[in-house]
């Protein structure tokens, strides 16, 4: 085993002295090589016997020999072809040891190595720029996702809004239709207060001058404050009939336009959206094919690579048959042979560089084509952000001039609000001077009913005195002719006119008698007349008595029914202006109510023109990020671009070398 061990060791030597001039520096590295091989001596013992030595072989102890004494019986010995082709193998065995350790050596100056960790950094780095560009997309994705909740939010803002001036403008037509409403009843009212009115000057046309004239001038009072009532009332009326349609017409006018701006808006966002999508799907596409270009690219690099190796291992491995073998005719042809199939080869490799070249230059071209597109998509999402920031500023501005408006409004109402206050007092005023007129009329009827009474009582005491008197007249003349004229005297009880019915019928009888005495007769005619006269006196003035109180009667009836119809006007003229202040309470209640809620809603609507500019400085931060994020991107890429030109020099620096080498070999 040791002399085996010594055959290998000068095998070894010899194969250091052959490659010396090609390896040059790698000499120590070939003699620490001891790789055992049984079969070289082997064959080398049974060529040597062949030749020079007849006697039997000894396997188990091979001969020790001198590398110069190995030399000489090998290039004085004749092999066949077999035998030769048998050294050639173990000789290039040996040499691919001493290959290996050749290019470790090597392996700094080797420019496929160099590329190869090109590559390999530029494969991470375009790793890095994918894990950019994705997380740049997530951070573009959320943005949209933040520009569409934004979206949603404005949207169900228009909403809340659109239901708010729906509401006011059922609101404002309920109003319009109390106040018509009220405004009818107080036509009728006033018309009914008229009719009344006249009524009353035409029963007090035929009163007292007095009271005629104080209530003449209380209703020409009455109907001055009721002019100016209804001239104040259906002023205010129409002034706030043609505000309120003014305001209906700007808020239609505004809900037209928002929508027809909504619509645009929703238009753009979709189709963004689709253009996005589609953007973002060819961008997929592109970043996919890219990958597969720069995949099959790599795999393309790591065969020439090896390629490249083999050729360098056979070129290797030629040179040093070359060198060892120039006598044998048959090697150099194969040798030659195997030169044209390399040279062959390294054409096909050659134009397989030049079409992976044309693959770089279009994955280039793609690459920019993708970086434009990707700038036109920043562009594009930065004028629709531009574009939603703009109306949004119009719309807050809008919603400033609406709020603005709507303060006014609110001022103005609460300044109505106050205006009918003061004429609420005011009527409360003229209410209680009417009331004070009314107890200072139903006192003075007291006074005149209590006068009319006395009166009447008077009368009525008259009137008994007078029938009275009439009855004791009545007695005496009955008497004083019953005592003249026995025969008229009847025990039937008769009434007065009776009795002078018979007197008249039997008067003429009666005078044709012969008179007892003319003295008697004469003073009872005297007293008949008197009698008669006195009778027709107290008859006409009972006569008097009965038109006086018949007319004080019918001036009582008249003056209460006066009284009663002017309690009922007054009444009514009480309820009326205490419902029509019980209305501008809940009128005012109402404006307060709607002064309140406009003052939350300009609340609210602060608070989203704060969480908007909150919003906004935000999407001005991502936007300003993002920037940031594409220029380092841009200049990624730059440095990538630059990378690729120093690769794409150095494989030409690489072809160059190859060449010279091809050209040295032939």
Known sequence: PNQGKKVDASVNQGKKAESAPIQGKNADMVQSQDVPKQEAPAKKKSGSKKKGEPGPPDS????????????????????NEGEAQRLIEILSEKAG???DTWHKATQKGDPVAILKRQLEEKEKLLAAEHEDAAVAKSKLRELNKELAAEKAKAAAGEAKVKKQLVAREQEITAVQARMQASYREHVKEVQQLQGKIRTLQEQLENGPNTQLA???????????????????????????????????????????EKSEAARQEEQQRKALETKTAA??????????????????????????????????SSHASLRADAEKAQEQQQQMAELHSKLQASEAEVKSKREELSGLHGQLKEARAENSQLTERIRSIEALLEAGQARDTQDAQASQVEQQARLKELESQ???????????????EQQKVKNNDLREKNWKAME??????????????????AKEESEKQLGLTEAQTKEALSAL????????????????????????????????STEPSSELASKLREAEEAQSNLQAECDQYRTILAETEGMLKDLQKSVEEEEQVWKAKVSATEEELQKSRVTVKHLEDIV??????????????EHTSHLEAELEKHMVAASAECQSYAKEVAGLRQLLLESQSQLDIAKSEAQKQSNELA
Request: proline share 4%; aromatic share 4%.
């Open 60 to 79: 188990d102890s091979p001969l020790y020999l001198p590398y110069k004494t190995l030399v000489s019986t090998v290039g004085s010995m004749v092999f």
């Open 97 to 99: 040891v001493i290959q």
């Open 214 to 256: 104080r209530l003449q001038q209380e209703n020409s009072i009455l109907r001055d404050a009721l002019n100016q009532a209804t001239s104040q009332v259906e002023s205010k009326q129409n002034a706030e009939l043609a505000k309120l349609r003014q305001e209906l017409s700007k808020v239609s006018k505004e809900l037209v």
């Open 279 to 312: 953007f973002e799907k060819q961008i997929l596409q592109l970043q996919a094919a890219h990958k597969e270009s720069e995949e099959a690219l790599q795999k393309r690099l790591d065969e020439v690579s090896r390629e490249l190796c083999r050729s360098q």
């Open 410 to 424: 609110v001022w103005c109402l609460e300044k109505e609000a106050a205006e009918l206050k003061e004429a609420v």
């Open 444 to 461: 003075a009827l007291a006074s005149a009913e209590r006068a009319c009474e006395e009166k009447l009582r008077s009368l009525i005491q």
């Open 485 to 516: 004229l026995p025969s008229l005297s009847s025990s039937t009880p008769q009434s007065y006119t009776e009795w002078l019915q018979e007197l008249r019928e039997k008067g003429p009888e009666l005078l044709r008698q012969p008179p007892a």
């Open 596 to 609: 309140e809620k406009l003052r939350g809603e300009l609340e609210s609507s602060e608070q989203v023109r």
